[in-house]
């Protein structure tokens, strides 16, 4: 059942810790200078402050805390449940800079917060009730500093039109069974299924609810829960939140999802030519929206964006650090993307190769095939296919804090069907990485002082109950861990060299 005070929010189950890399500080930052807006990252130890509103159990701001021991980091959530997990997990690891607050957005006082270099919100603004979407409009006005850079995560439409009697299907249905809201939800996705089975017009039509309903392999209930049994889910176009955010002073950027903003990889040149007879960013954004399946947007917005000329976008791109996240030989150069398949040209794909080599500036990996590329074009590929990640403090050593989290996390998986959490915290990303169950145990393990050689015994660690041909995978599993990721998490400075 939903509490009285959780506004019609799912309450009684809590949501799955996870790890959203377009909440990282860096990647903001990024889609900033992608645009050609100024904007600055503090270092790891300067005095900044980043918040998180509906933290859950503030997953991705313990990453941001631990990766920044400079920084203040606030992280608020109305669930008494999540923040317990949140101070749990925060003080075992002896992080002393982040800071869980068990408030309502739309009750909170501004006074109880500091004024923030970074606001994040993931996973709220189209899941709760009006006068929540207010609370957090009321608390950006009083505590996003001139410049400060927001990221907001939302249900767009039009993609999700065609899912409105769904959800609203399975709520309904739902809320007519006893129980807790992951049972409920249950009995909501079974009617939802069957009337889908008997050709039910608005539950065979869109791709969209098709997928809902079909995919439900391993995608777990709680999430399901958070999705679609809230009283208030309510999909918006961008142009809508743009205007609410705007009493705020913020201005609408770009997308966090880095090639999101390259219309020539987006769209087709037909669709681009249409975009193209307008000038402003809005019916831009529409126009996008309208051609793409985009359901779940990341947006970037910032307090007073000041926009540079082109020159100065490549300088400052020029001078980002690219880190690669994959080994050489997984270089991709082909991208599946909605327009199509992409090849990349020649030249690019050897700048991309060489930045899998190790890290580079993107100044120095264009200089090897001057006159071709842009150094946007180059950050956005290989960040966007999830190749490198930027750093904009590459010299960063891995602060003690981070340490500590990344062992205490390690140490909590006990079986690799352990989804909780999957990201280490990174100094010299300034965030988390995005790894494998399997792989934070072994960080887990070798922060303890273990090496390589125990393998055998963290597979026996690992497969206590598993059958011998699950071991084996298991093992297997383990020896490609060791040979192609383990080298990447040194490089990091994840785990000691
Ligand atoms: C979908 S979860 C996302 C959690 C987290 N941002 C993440 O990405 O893991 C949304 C969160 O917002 C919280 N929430 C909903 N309404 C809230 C409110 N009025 N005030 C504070 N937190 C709220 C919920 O408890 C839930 O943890």
Redesign the pocket.
């Known amino acids: 059942m939903n509490q009285s005070w959780?506004?019609g929010?799912v309450?009684d189950v809590p949501?799955?810790?996870?790890f959203?890399v377009q909440?990282s500080p860096a990647r903001m930052v990024l889609t900033c200078l992608l645009l050609g807006v100024v904007a600055d990252l503090p270092s790891p130890t300067d005095d900044a402050c980043y918040i998180?509103?509906?933290?859950?159990?503030g997953?991705?701001a313990l990453m941001t805390a631990a990766s920044n021991p400079g920084w203040k980091v606030v992280a608020?959530?109305?669930?008494p449940a999540?923040i317990a997990v949140g101070v749990g997990l925060a003080r075992a690891a002896r992080l002393a800079n982040i800071e869980f607050l068990e408030?309502?957005?739309?009750q909170l006082s501004p006074s109880a917060l500091p004024t923030a270099d970074f606001v994040t919100?993931?996973?709220?603004w189209s899941?709760?009730a009006p006068e929540?979407r207010a609370?957090i409009v009321r608390l950006l006005v009083a505590k996003t500093r001139p410049g400060a850079i927001v990221h907001i995560s939302y249900n767009s439409l039009p993609a999700w039109q065609g899912a409105i009697g769904m959800q609203r299907l399975i709520h309904e249905a739902g809320m007519r069974v006893p129980g807790r809201s992951d049972e409920r939800i249950e009995a909501g996705m079974e009617l939802a299924r069957e009337l889908n089975g008997l050709s039910a017009h608005h539950l065979v039509e869109s791709k969209l609810v098709r997928g809902v309903l079909e995919k439900r392999e391993g995608v777990a209930t709680q999430y399901l829960t958070?999705e679609y049994m809230n009283v208030h889910w309510a999909p918006e176009f961008h142009a809508d939140v743009a205007d609410a955010l705007s009493e705020a002073k913020l201005d609408w950027v770009g997308s966090a999802n880095p090639l999101e903003n390259f219309p020539g990889l987006m769209m087709t040149p037909e669709q681009r030519k249409v975009m193209d007879r307008y000038s402003d960013p809005i019916m831009h954004e529409l126009i996008k929206d309208i051609c793409l399946q985009r359901g779940l947007r990341h947006d970037i917005y910032v307090r007073g964006a000041r926009r540079g000329g082109i020159r100065q976008r490549e300088a400052a791109i020029s001078r980002l650090t690219l880190i690669p996240v994959v080994c050489p030989d997984e270089l991709q150069t082909t991208l599946d993307l909605p327009a199509g398949k992409a090849e990349m040209s020649e030249p690019l794909k050897e700048m991309m190769g060489a930045a899998l080599q190790g890290p580079a500036t993107v100044g120095e990996l264009l200089a090897r095939a001057p006159g071709h590329g842009s150094a946007a074009e180059l950050a956005s590929v290989m960040i966007g296919s999830h190749q490198c990640q930027p750093s904009v403090w590459p010299q960063s050593g891995q602060p003690e804090g981070a340490d500590r989290l990344n062992r205490l996390l390690g140490g909590r998986v006990a079986s690799v069907a352990d989804g909780r959490g999957l990201a280490l915290a990174c100094g010299r990303l300034g965030t988390g990485l995005g790894v494998s169950t399997l792989l934070k145990f072994i960080a887990g393990r070798l922060l303890n002082g273990e090496s390589e050689k125990d393998a055998d015994a963290w597979v026996a660690a690992l497969g206590g109950d598993l059958r011998p041909e699950e071991l084996g995978t298991v093992r297997e599993l383990m020896h490609t861990a060791l040979e192609r990721r383990v080298p990447l998490l040194r490089q990091l400075q994840i785990v000691p060299g």
């Open positions: 959780s506004s929010y309450a949501y799955p810790e996870g959203y909440q998180e509103l509906g933290c859950g159990v997953f991705g608020i959530d109305y669930n999540h408030a309502d957005v739309s919100l993931h996973g709220l899941w709760v929540v609370g958070h």
